[in-house]
């Protein structure tokens, strides 16, 4: 059990990675074509291969994402469950403190 949510958390974070990178990927490619649009400027000949590796880069992120879309379902959610259970891990740990503070000062606090 414990072997199966460590193999569903590294797909997890691949996952995670994967829409990042296709995000930063955008972005940047999106920034560098509206600088040179705005500059009125002509690309320069040796970007050409860093535009095409970037182009090639989101197609073959968007053919991954498409051919695994079930599977990919299936990971979202073990995504949003690992997301919940550190949330959870987060707040139990801050009530822990809250509550021993209390203890100690007896003094209550507000928020």
Do not use: H
Not at 26 to 38: A, D, P, T
Not at 55 to 65: D, P, Q, T, Y
Not at 85 to 100: A, C, D, F, K, M
């Amino acid at each position: 059990m414990l072997r199966d949510k460590k193999f569903m958390e590294v797909r997890a974070i691949l996952i995670w990675q994967g829409i990042n990178l296709a995000t930063e990927i955008k972005r940047n490619m999106k920034s560098y074509l509206l600088l040179v649009q705005c500059n009125n400027m002509s690309l320069r000949k040796e970007m050409f291969p860093y535009i095409l590796k970037s182009i090639e880069m989101l197609k073959a992120i968007e053919v991954e994402f498409k051919s695994k879309k079930f599977l990919i379902n299936k990971w979202v959610v073990l995504l949003n469950r690992n997301t919940c259970e550190q949330i959870t891990r987060v707040i139990e740990q801050g009530v822990q403190t809250l509550n021993s503070m209390k203890k100690k000062d007896n003094t209550y606090f507000t928020m």
